[in-house]
């Protein structure tokens, strides 16, 4: 199983632009949710999805976007890139909100906004 | 809102010395508690979880945890370490029922094995 995929691993942008973080699951997993994560702060909680069609905001969701149209993808946008976007971006999937286990993470994708 | 301190940024033990990590945690309820390793270029895999019953619970990779409400922590040790632990942890909490997904990381420990 490929588990959690993200796309790209690597990505260098000019203040201003736009991208598309991709996400993706093959294991039907209803819960979908992306963290940034930042030296000495851990990782933080931008948007999640409790399933399609639901999204909801996390802790820093300003700056982003995203969408759930099917279960398997849960993509997030950045409108207008800024330098504070810089950072290391994990998707995370688990079963349910009514499964407290364990969290499902992606490999990361390494965002640079010059 | 629940949080979580690390309190130790990094950490350098011996190959085949027993490890702490320290975590502490701010909840109001009984929380939903979890350690994460992440290896480098890696995302995160969980070692152990803690949801209600047995204050000592057993994880992957040989590591246990420890529950004590009292002192709101929630310290992970091993043992006897190998090179192979070396990676950066990160301790969790979970609030309410289902809602592993709502989880608060603390800012994590760098562990680095000496040989």
């Known amino acids: 199983n490929a588990g959690v995929t993200q796309t790209p691993k690597f990505q260098v942008l000019k203040t201003g632009q736009s991208m598309t973080l991709q996400c993706a699951q093959d294991m039907n997993h209803e819960y979908m949710s992306w963290y940034r994560q930042d030296p000495g702060m851990g990782l933080r909680l931008i948007h999640y999805?409790?399933?399609?069609?639901?999204?909801d905001q996390g802790e820093v969701p300003n700056g982003y976007n995203v969408s759930r149209s099917t279960t398997e993808d849960f993509p997030l946008r950045l409108l207008s890139a800024a330098p504070s976007q810089t950072s290391v971006y994990f998707c995370?999937?688990?079963?349910?909100?009514?499964?407290?286990?364990?969290?499902?993470f992606g490999e990361g994708s390494r965002l640079t906004v010059l | 809102a629940q949080s979580v301190t690390q309190p130790d940024i990094h950490i350098t033990v011996s190959e085949g010395a027993s490890l702490e990590l320290r975590c502490n945690y701010s909840?109001?309820?009984?929380?939903?508690l979890f350690w994460y390793v992440q290896s480098p270029g890696q995302g995160l895999q969980l070692l152990l979880k803690?949801?209600?019953?047995?204050?000592l619970v057993q994880g992957i990779k040989g590591f246990e945890a420890e529950f004590k409400r009292s002192q709101s922590s929630f310290n992970l040790r091993k043992p006897s370490v190998h090179w192979s632990d070396a990676a950066e942890y990160f301790c969790?909490?979970?609030?309410?029922?289902?809602?592993?997904?709502?989880?608060?990381f603390g800012s994590g420990t760098q562990l680095t094995v000496l040989p």
């Open positions: 995370a999937s688990s079963l349910g909100r009514k499964y407290t286990g364990e969290l499902f």
């Open positions: 803690y949801f209600s019953g047995d204050t």
């Open positions: 969790a909490v979970g609030a309410g029922s289902g809602s592993a997904r709502q989880l608060t």
């Open positions: 909840y109001g309820a009984t929380p939903y």
């Open positions: 999805s409790v399933g399609a069609g639901i999204t």
